[in-house]
């Protein structure tokens, strides 16, 4: 069982449409990161949350921090083909080592 | 450099064979990490440097896997006696510092024949 459960892992839709993903765990987190990775690329951070119930917004892209600040969601209004990649979100924990989730596959097709 | 470099890029090594990976982390920074992602998978967590000391390396799969970081720069993942279960992306990180932004490498895709 991983520690951060993400669904759904695989996400196809159409250009212009909404999209949620989501980040689960039984555990309670200091902070939650986000991250993109595209393909032949390294993860690169999209957004740390640190407060129970924050909402950060970048762009089209909305990140909130469930208040128990054990889960975590992402929303992505009018998906663009450029935005097509593999979504994880990871905790980091007091040595600084991030533990990541499964990720969720996003293909945004023009 | 502007950002981590990771060499080689890709990787095909005969089953049994040893093979190094290296990872140049960006200029100053102390933290240096190794993570594997196995294909469709999230990365994991192999080993963590700060400067020269590896402070953790909990997450090696086998004695087969071994780091270092002599200099507390330049960092080398060595694998011996590859298996195919190997097979995968190997990531690397730096970061300035607890609670500092860590910035990844493009990896190396790894496949043992």
């Known amino acids: 069982t991983q520690l951060l459960e993400q669904s759904p892992q695989f996400l196809s839709i159409q250009e212009g449409e909404n999209l949620t993903v989501y980040c689960n765990s039984s555990s309670v987190f200091s902070s939650l990161q986000w991250y993109r990775q595209e393909p032949g690329e390294g993860p690169v951070l999209l957004v740390t949350v640190v407060t129970g119930g924050e909402v950060k917004k970048l762009k089209r892209l909305t990140f909130q921090f469930g208040d128990a600040r054990k889960d975590s969601s992402l929303h992505i209004t009018a998906a663009q083909p450029g935005d097509t990649g593999l979504y994880l979100c990871?905790?980091?924990?007091?040595?600084?080592?991030?533990?990541f989730g499964g990720g969720t596959r996003l293909m945004v097709k023009p | 450099g502007a950002g981590v470099s990771q060499s080689p890029r890709y990787k095909v090594a005969k089953r049994g064979q040893d093979v190094a990976l290296r990872c140049d982390p960006i200029s100053g920074h102390v933290s240096l990490f190794w993570y594997q992602q196995a294909l469709g998978q999230g990365p994991e967590f192999l080993t963590y440097f700060q400067n020269e000391a590896q402070l953790d390396k909990s997450g090696l799969p086998s004695d087969r896997f071994f780091a270092e970081r002599p200099e507390g720069s330049v960092s080398t993942l060595k694998i011996q006696r590859t298996q195919q279960e190997d097979s995968a992306v190997y990531l690397c990180?730096?970061?300035?510092?607890?609670?500092?932004?860590?910035?990844f490498g493009q990896g190396t895709r790894l496949t043992v024949v």
């Open positions: 990871a905790a980091l924990n007091a040595g600084n080592m991030l533990t």
């Open positions: 990180a730096s970061s300035g510092g607890l609670g500092t932004e860590a910035f």
